[in-house]
């Protein structure tokens, strides 16, 4: 019965994907001007454009573009680089196990300190510890990550010279740039643990569980936090995409090679074949967690009706 | 409002509001105002942030910069608000298709990222305030509208409502002046955290050269030429970002203040 709803709701997320890889080719399609000027300059040789809007299918009907672009995803062609003319699926395989490491690490992070933080803030509600808990959380939520990340390298790198300015040398140079991708995160999830927490510690069966005699400890950690945690994994779910979004900031300010730079460096280089990929397949990656996340909910929570 | 945070996110906003709208007299200096003898200077009586790297005046950048931010925070809200009621109203009242229709859609905008929808269309785009302005305001909509709705659905079986249908109230009315008043609350609060979001974004499209011309004095552009520098002159890149910092906070302290306001339950 389970598998056959994981199954059942993966198939559901396909047309969400054909939906997205729509958006972004009609995206493609819809910029004012011809493509080929904006990739080779309007100067260049008859020749050339005409190659190149050959192979880039401009000079079929659209319709037929569409058509050839689907078949394209499904089969692995993604097209070419215009760059370099190498495949957009090989560049993004070299790319993405970077911005993957990043994305977990930040993740990893921000669950280890959000929920601690939200559950004594919770316990200990309207106290002054929960009270600068909530301020810092709010604080984190406003800052943002691209004024975090020069702050914490000026403080590390700079003043104290203890973790790497940028680059991926070493699980050293993973710190920073977690913690500026995951800071928002662990606020945000703060805020919600605790929301999430007091809303629980107020039901019945933790007042039953009180009343026969268990330790605080076990109706905190044993009872309400186990149901308080349910809408945490559902919004850490949706969060990953705010999360492989901000990759790109992250990416740019400690010069990590992942999907991020790849996608900026080819909007610069105006290589729409590699945008056009890695937007895929950040959009798909989210999607495809957001679906993973929510088998798991339900899976984890045996109320929820499969 | 009794929360002193609420208070401060007043505070912090009415300040930004006075700084966007007197600018030009409250500023010390022209913001484009080239003083190339004064690259990288710190803080002095007459510059009191400092000098960037052509010279020209931090804190009077800072204080056009409220413009920008404020003013495209405003425009992409306002935007998305009246667009969002409308379908929202609609969706939630009439049923059916149109609100399946609706729901696919808000799905599938709900699929990518908000931020890398921005810099998925900015991509394509020539970096310009009006193109900012459209780029967020496409995906803005979708968050008031599945509020709206939600609203909608839970108000609509109610008596005054099935009362002016039974009258024969015209459908602009009963929207307008019977549903959306039953909903102001949760849609002010939408909009205080709408505007927090809107300028962080924008912000972060400007960082990534992505959003206003670099000429513009945004926080999101100074942030961007600053790190450049960070090694050798930090203060480029701190206070702009402090300026941002302030004023998502200010938005999101009063979103959080009048949302506790309409609900005490869950303070």
Known sequence: ?306 | MKSLTSKIGIVIIAVLIIAALFAPWIAPHSPGEYHLDKSFAGSSLEYPLGNDADGRDILSRIIYGTRVSLGIGLVVVSISLVIGCIVGMAAGYSGGYLDKIFSFISDVFLAFPGFLFAVAVAAFLEPSVINVMIILSIKGWVSFARLVRGQTLAIKEREFIVAGRATGLKLPRLFFKHLFPNMVGPIVVNASFGMAGVIMIESSLSFLGLGVPVTTPSWGVMLDQGTKYLLIAPHLSIYPGIAIALVVLGFNFLGDGLRDMLAPKNR
């Open chain 1, 1 to 306: 019965m389970i598998l056959s709803y994981i199954i059942k709701r993966l198939l559901s997320a396909l047309p969400v994907l054909l939906a997205v890889s729509t958006i972004v080719f009609f995206l493609i399609h819809a910029i004012p001007g011809d493509p080929v000027d904006l990739i080779v300059g309007e100067h260049a040789l008859a020749v050339d454009r005409a190659e190149l809007a050959h192979e880039l299918h401009l000079d079929e009907p659209v319709i037929t573009q569409y058509g050839k672009f689907l078949g394209g995803l499904a089969t692995g062609d993604w097209g070419k680089s215009i760059y370099d003319r190498q495949p957009v699926l090989k560049h993004i395989a070299q790319r993405f196990g970077a911005t993957f490491i990043l994305a977990v690490c930040a993740m990893f992070i921000a669950v280890a300190i959000s929920i601690p933080i939200g559950i004594v803030a919770a316990v200990k509600k309207g106290s002054f510890w929960d009270q600068a808990a909530m301020f810092f959380a709010l604080l984190g939520i406003s800052i943002p990550n691209f004024w975090l990340g020069p702050v914490l390298i000026l403080v590390f790198s700079v003043e104290l010279g203890i973790l790497p300015i940028s680059g991926r040398d070493s699980l050293v140079s993973l710190i920073l740039p977690s913690i500026t991708l995951g800071a928002a995160l662990a606020a945000m999830l703060s805020r919600l643990t605790r929301s999430s927490m007091i809303e629980e510690i107020k039901r019945d069966y933790v007042i039953t569980a009180r009343a026969k005699g268990l330790s605080e400890k076990s109706v905190i950690f044993k009872h309400a936090l186990r149901n308080a945690l349910n809408p945490v994994i559902t919004i850490v779910g949706l969060q990953v995409g705010a999360l492989l979004a901000g990759t790109v900031i992250t990416e740019k300010i400690f010069n990590w090679p992942g999907v991020g730079m790849l996608l900026l460096d080819s909007i610069s280089r105006r290589d729409y074949p590699l945008v056009q990929g890695c937007i895929l397949v950040i959009s798909f990656a989210y999607v495809l967690v957001n679906t993973v996340t929510d088998c798991m909910y339900r899976v984890a929570d045996p109320r929820v009706k499969l």
